[in-house]
């Protein structure tokens, strides 16, 4: 069975850190490109960042361009996505997916597997 968990959320001070983490079981996540998603209250799901397989290809969305950076700790099939100067605007569940693909994708639809998410509450 399939499962990803998200970890790592919290709530932070405006200009703080949280580092995610996308733990994975019933599959390699090395094999799939992987995306990390967010989804405030009233707002559509936004793809925010993704990791190609191989790594070739990493996309971040403008909003959380220099701020964010995805990668793999393959040791322990997870993706982690690293978010420092978080903003206010940045508060939202995220979620991460792997997609049976080669290139990631922003969109979602272009997944497979999803976790059941992780809040991120930027406030002072």
């Known amino acids: 069975q399939v499962q990803l968990v998200e970890s790592g959320g919290g709530l932070v001070q405006p200009g703080g850190s949280l580092r995610l983490s996308c733990a994975a079981s019933?599959?390699?996540?090395?094999?799939?490109?992987i995306g990390w998603f967010r989804q405030a209250p009233g707002k559509e799901r936004e793809g925010v960042s993704c990791i190609s397989r191989s790594d070739i290809t990493i996309y971040y969305s403008d909003s959380v361009k220099g701020r964010f950076t995805i990668s793999r700790d393959n040791a322990k099939n997870t993706v982690l996505l690293q978010m420092n100067s978080l903003k206010p605007e940045d508060t939202a569940v995220y979620y991460c997916?792997?997609?049976?693909?080669?290139?990631?994708?922003?969109?979602?639809?272009?997944?497979?597997?999803w976790g059941q998410g992780t809040q991120v509450t930027v406030s002072s």
């Open positions: 997916a792997a997609g049976r693909r080669y290139i990631c994708s922003r969109y979602g639809s272009d997944y497979n597997y």
């Open positions: 019933g599959l390699t996540l090395d094999d799939y490109a």
